[in-house]
């Protein structure tokens, strides 16, 4: 690879990752009364009326945190499409997790969505190439490459989007966990599941929640 593609690899490089999505763990906390030695069967939700999204989402988590050995379910079999939260319905959906041996509850829920536009500066690289050669005539060395390359500033809208994960405890229904999530202009819900998919089972290791093998 010659110098000039060398230069233009890296800024492109440089480029993508400027405008990749991110997500990343802003904060979580442990109730006190969470299970000693963590929760090892855990039924899945994803509170939104989006079914890709949804289905997307929890198989993500239960894949990630099947392959840790932790037993992992998605919610479709019990809460379906078009579930409604009532009141008559509560003791036979709880019982319902209860008799499939899960013993906490995942919830994952969108808090907030913002976007906000910024200036990216433009850029000035100076790469002289040394005496000799092409450098040493100038249609030569102008025709080959221009040692000043500038890259102009533009605007760009970052898209926020902000994610609570809630823990419960499935037979006490306390709250035992829960963390809050930040990403940064994700290009499709597949490439934005998996990342948080792995933010998520991180947090809950990390956090000692979780009783991975």
Not at 21 to 32: L, N, V, Y
Not at 166 to 188: C, F, G, I, K, R
């Amino acid at each position: 690879m010659t110098k000039l593609n060398s230069i233009v690899a890296l800024v492109l490089l440089a480029a993508v990752a400027a405008c990749s999505p991110s997500t990343k763990i802003t904060g979580s906390w442990k109730a006190p009364q969470a299970k000693e030695g963590g929760y090892s069967n855990i039924f899945v939700t994803a509170l939104t009326e989006n079914l890709v999204s949804r289905q997307t989402i929890e198989n993500d988590i239960d894949e990630l945190l099947e392959k840790d050995g932790i037993a992992a379910n998605s919610s479709f079999d019990i809460i379906p499409p078009g579930f409604k939260a009532t009141a008559e319905n509560k003791d036979k959906t709880l019982k319902a997790i209860q008799d499939a041996g899960h013993d906490a509850i995942l919830t994952i829920a969108l808090l907030d969505q913002t976007s906000e536009t910024r200036y990216v500066p433009g850029t000035t690289m100076y790469s002289p190439m040394g005496y000799g050669g092409y450098y040493g005539r100038f249609y030569g060395y102008y025709s080959y490459y221009n040692p000043v390359m500038y890259d102009p500033g533009y605007y760009t809208t970052d898209k926020n989007y902000y994610i609570e994960m809630n823990l419960y405890d499935a037979q006490t229904e306390e709250l035992v966990w829960s963390a809050q999530s930040e990403t940064t202009n994700p290009s499709s819900i597949e490439t934005f599941s998996k990342a948080f998919a792995q933010a998520v089972e991180y947090q809950l290791i990390k956090d000692k929640v979780i009783a991975t093998k």
